[in-house]
């Protein structure tokens, strides 16, 4: 069975965060960037407007949406939530690029769709120069290999996110009461080092991927999904009473840490990859540029609010997930305890995606007898390396910035400008669309090397120690 056959029966091109098949195989992923299984208008496995919004807004609403307070600190609170717009807006009109050069190279060779790697593929091969043109087939390469490393970096998010939680929800049990209201201060009972608990997490997240038919992780995926959207109500149920006086936040954090704010932002905004999936499964895709920006304006507002209404009421104290600050009382131990249940879960789906990329090149290589084996093999390898990475780097705030600046800018900023223009530079461009998309892609390319390096220099020289000490409120 060769790489390729697999790769066209199996692989799915959708980088998003947390977009999961709860509904039926036939509604699901397993069917959302099948070529074979296009159909434009009117078939029964294709998606309402409404299922579609709910897909954008599930693929990009995840961890991320949790490390924004922090993000916020890291701006200020005048500057950040006016960059995250502004990295809302650009996000949202690379997603455009992408779609608008998908249909130009549908139409252009008469195919009813191509994936990401395809576009950017076919872009090159539209290029003025011959050595682009030459080496077309290393743009599917540049896209795989940013998806691999984006949906591990999520996995390590993951595993960094359920250590820190239960490890603060076993500390904190003998002072956890019953009242979330008191300004009172709980000292922790230590137990053991957060790399311990992420090891503790390892054979079962081994175990869970061993599940390989979304059928199956259908069921998780809906469990997660609810789990995550109570925890959600009751995070802003909890951030909007008793804001204290902001005054004391500065409007324009230091230049220094603005690229750590990137890094998040951007690591929050990367859901550019289920785009084209999601419009290819519409019963009617005429009406999917609508749906992206109603989408994209609700998850830049939940952003924005989260983000600001987290760092009011927390202050300088804030943490690497929001879910940190929330008061050691059962109520809100239990929110800790389900989003972590919910993240848990998703590690399957968000493993699904590299493993449908890496696994069939070495499965095809494999004797006939062997092939379950080497699979099996490769998964447990591959959440290991998850695991070993996480360990690694045990500082949520600094593994989330890292995957963001490292590769959600280039998926999400970097790559779409530079395919337009090689797309349509043939055709005519106009000077300000070429300079429109240069600078686009050199904003992204500075906030990846920046934000990589400071993301690196933080965590080899940390300038503040994190924070573990737990209260009721805002930290007395």
């Known amino acids: 069975m060769s790489t390729q056959r697999l790769r066209n029966e199996d692989y799915h091109d959708y980088s998003s965060t947390d977009v999961s098949p709860e509904e039926s195989p036939s509604e699901g992923l397993n069917n959302l960037s099948s070529p074979g299984s296009y159909q434009r208008f009117g078939q029964s496995n294709s998606t309402t407007w409404f299922q579609t919004l709910i897909h954008l807004l599930k693929g990009n609403i995840g961890t991320g949406l949790l490390g924004l307070p922090l993000a916020v600190k890291n701006a200020g609170i005048v500057m950040g939530p006016i960059s995250l717009l502004v990295i809302g807006i650009v996000a949202v009109h690379c997603m455009g690029i992408l779609v608008k050069c998908a249909h130009h190279f549908c139409r252009r060779l008469n195919k009813s769709f191509v994936d990401?790697?395809?576009?950017?593929m076919y872009g090159l091969e539209s290029s003025p120069c011959s050595w682009l043109r030459n080496h077309a087939h290393w743009g599917r390469h540049v896209v795989d290999f940013f998806l691999i490393v984006t949906q591990l970096g999520f996995c390590c998010v993951y595993f960094v996110f359920l250590a820190d939680n239960f490890k603060q929800v076993i500390e904190a049990a003998n002072g956890t009461t019953n009242n979330c209201h008191n300004n009172e201060t709980v000292i922790l009972t230590p137990t053991m080092d957060s790399r311990l608990y992420m090891l503790s997490f390892l054979p079962f997240l081994v175990l869970l991927v061993f599940i390989r038919n979304l059928r199956?992780?259908?069921?998780?995926?809906?469990?997660?999904?609810i789990t995550m959207l109570v925890s959600l109500i009751m995070i802003y149920q909890f951030?909007?009473?008793?804001?204290?006086?902001?005054?004391?936040?500065?409007?324009v954090a230091p230049w220094k840490t603005y690229p750590l704010f990137f890094g998040t932002a951007i690591f929050a905004f990367e859901g550019i990859?289920?785009?084209?999936?999601?419009?290819?499964?519409?019963?009617d895709p005429r009406k999917f540029p609508l749906i992206l920006y109603l989408g994209m304006v609700i998850v830049t507002i939940l952003y924005i609010s989260l983000g600001c209404l987290g760092y009011l009421q927390f202050g300088a104290n804030i943490q690497g997930s929001i879910t940190l600050n929330l008061p050691n009382c059962w109520l809100y131990q239990s929110v800790k305890l389900l989003y972590s249940i919910g993240i848990f879960f998703t590690y399957a789906l968000q493993f699904y995606v590299p493993a449908e990329i890496i696994i069939p090149f070495f499965v095809s290589r494999a004797p006939e007898h062997c092939e379950l084996v080497v699979d099996l093999f490769v998964r447990t390898v591959l959440v290991c390396l998850t695991c070993l990475l996480a360990v690694l780097i045990p500082r949520l705030d600094l593994v989330i910035s890292l995957v963001g600046s490292v590769s959600s800018s280039a998926l999400a900023l970097i790559i779409p400008p530079l395919l337009e223009v090689s797309t349509f530079y043939s055709e005519g461009m106009s000077p300000l669309t070429i300079f429109k998309d240069a600078l686009i892609s050199v904003l992204g390319f500075v906030g990846f090397v920046v934000g990589t390096y400071e993301a690196l220099y933080e965590l080899i020289q940390p300038s503040n120690a994190p924070i573990f000490i737990n209260s009721t409120r805002a930290f007395i």
């Open 273 to 283: 990859g289920m785009v084209l999936p999601l419009e290819n499964k519409m019963k």
């Open 116 to 120: 990401y790697g395809d576009t950017v």
């Open 239 to 251: 951030i909007v009473q008793r804001i204290p006086d902001p005054s004391h936040l500065p409007l």
């Open 216 to 225: 199956a992780l259908s069921v998780f995926s809906l469990l997660a999904n």
